[in-house]
């Protein structure tokens, strides 16, 4: 079983910062790929920000030059860099990790954190 948890979302104005982060637990022999989703009301979940064990990074167009993705391979942590915050950033953030464990692959997810940035 791997665990994901999120913490460091919050209320925040227009144009401030952010910083999330995530860390994976339980039985895991590697972690691939980690990533960012997020969630607004009456919105389908959308791809923030991912980023592979090796470092490479991929964006949404939304986000880019604004959000930074990061990762700590020996801690099993990803991180979300966010600044220049808009109302439309807001959503629940959720982390999400594949790879596998003592029990097989896995891909799972994070119970999700709330930001709320405000006008």
């Known amino acids: 079983q791997v665990q994901l948890v999120e913490s460091g979302g919050g209320l925040v104005q227009a144009g401030g910062s952010l910083r999330l982060s995530c860390a994976a637990s339980?039985?895991?022999?590697?972690?691939?790929?980690m990533g960012w989703y997020r969630q607004a009301p009456g919105k389908q979940r959308e791809l923030v920000a991912t980023i592979t064990r090796g470092g490479l990074t991929n964006y949404a167009d939304s986000v880019k030059g604004r959000f930074t993705i990061s990762r700590d391979n020996a801690k099993n942590m990803v991180f979300l860099q966010m600044n220049n915050l808009k109302p439309e950033d807001t959503a629940v953030y959720y982390c999400?990790?594949?790879?596998?464990?003592?029990?097989?692959?896995?891909?799972?997810w994070g119970q999700g954190t709330q930001v709320t940035v405000s006008s």
């Open positions: 999400n990790a594949d790879g596998s464990s003592w029990s097989g692959t896995y891909n799972g």
């Open positions: 339980g039985r895991i022999l590697r972690i691939n790929t």
